[in-house]
């Protein structure tokens, strides 16, 4: 699934889906993804708003007859101005009036600029040919975003978009709530990733249990697991030491994908630097020790993986032998 933005006239607008045959106000929320849906129409909106008032370009429209044209565009359906010939002479003149405005502002120092006014007799027209270009884009980037296989609707985004624009304060507050939106997608995000790799989290959690049942193999309370192939006697580092160590990495099946031995050069790093599972080991290796670690996924890359070989949810291990705490 690819999840796009697009950027309108003004304001950063998120990719949606439509709901239903028509807007209907204040819709109700009744699922997360309602939820989220209408987060992202509220920052987007509230984006938009700031961005036009810090321009001076909120007196140019009537969002009444934009919000309308907006979402009439989005879902396709009938228009009042289409975007033909004459229509886009009409809104490039308006759009080169607010490049022009914003560009003023960008260069301005004294902070005085001043709003400017289209004639009465244009503020309907510009305010609908603005918002059908700008539900023009969305309408398209929906298609193409697979965001209504996840639940996300229009009618909630719109919610919240326009509301963020024209109302005192919004039904969701998006600085409380701002993270569902990157819970959400991310969750979907490692449930695809678990449908592809999710062999590798049970071939590795098998593993463990079978290896933690080793005389010589100590499972800490982390689930990290190590066996000691060299007992050293110097100090052990702390969370803001720089150390010196050779190393082999390598997967569950033993191919090794990174080694500083096999390098000829020690890796220099920060105790605080690495993944969770090295620096674990870390704090408790003394100088001259040399270790083998079993590193679960959740202690490692665990859903990103990293580069080519490492795929998502790989359980690691290495060798790690530390040489000496930098000073």
């Known amino acids: 699934m690819n999840f796009k933005n697009f950027f309108l ?3 950063l607008v998120a990719s949606l889906a439509a709901c239903g045959s028509s807007y209907k106000s204040q819709t109700k929320i009744e699922t997360r993804a309602d939820s989220v849906a209408y987060l992202m129409g509220a920052i987007d909106g509230g984006r938009q708003k700031a961005t036009y008032e810090h321009f001076g370009l909120d007196t140019l429209l009537d969002f009444d007859t934009y919000f309308d044209a907006f979402y009439r565009a989005s879902n396709q359906k009938s228009l009042k101005y289409e975007l033909d010939s004459a229509g886009d002479a009409m809104l490039s003149k308006f759009t080169n009036i607010i490049q022009l405005q914003t560009q003023k502002v960008k260069n301005d120092t004294t902070g005085n600029v001043e709003p400017i006014y289209f004639p009465k007799s244009q503020i309907d027209s510009a305010s609908y040919l603005l918002g059908v270009a700008d539900g023009k884009n969305l309408g398209e980037g929906y298609r193409q975003s697979g965001l209504d296989s ?6 909630f985004y719109y919610e919240g978009f326009r509301e963020a624009n024209q109302e005192s ?22 449930k695809e990733l678990m ?7 049970r071939e590795g959690e098998e593993f463990l249990a079978k290896n933690k049942a080793s005389e010589d193999v100590i499972t800490t309370e982390s689930g990290l697991q190590y066996t000691i192939l060299k007992e050293g006697n110097g100090p052990k580092p702390t969370i803001n030491n720089m150390v010196k ?8 099946d033993s191919t090794v994908f990174d080694s500083s031995v096999e390098r000829g050069e020690p890796a220099v790093f920060g105790v605080g630097q690495v993944i969770p599972g090295w620096t674990e ?4 290796m003394p100088v001259g020790s040399k270790w083998k670690l079993f590193i679960p996924q959740e202690l490692a890359y665990g859903a990103n993986g990293a580069g080519r070989m490492i795929k998502p949810f790989s359980l690691l291990i290495f060798e790690v032998e530390l040489l000496e705490i930098e000073k």
């Open 281 to 284: 080991a870390l704090l408790s």
């Open 9 to 11: 006239v003004g304001a």
């Open 195 to 201: 449908e592809q790799f999710g062999a590798n989290k």
């Open 150 to 155: 996840v639940g996300i609707k229009f009618c």
């Open 245 to 252: 160590v050779h190393y082999t990495g390598m997967l569950l």
């Open 169 to 190: 304060k919004t039904r969701i507050n998006a600085d409380q709530y701002g993270t569902m939106i990157n819970d959400f997608f991310a969750e979907i995000r490692e």
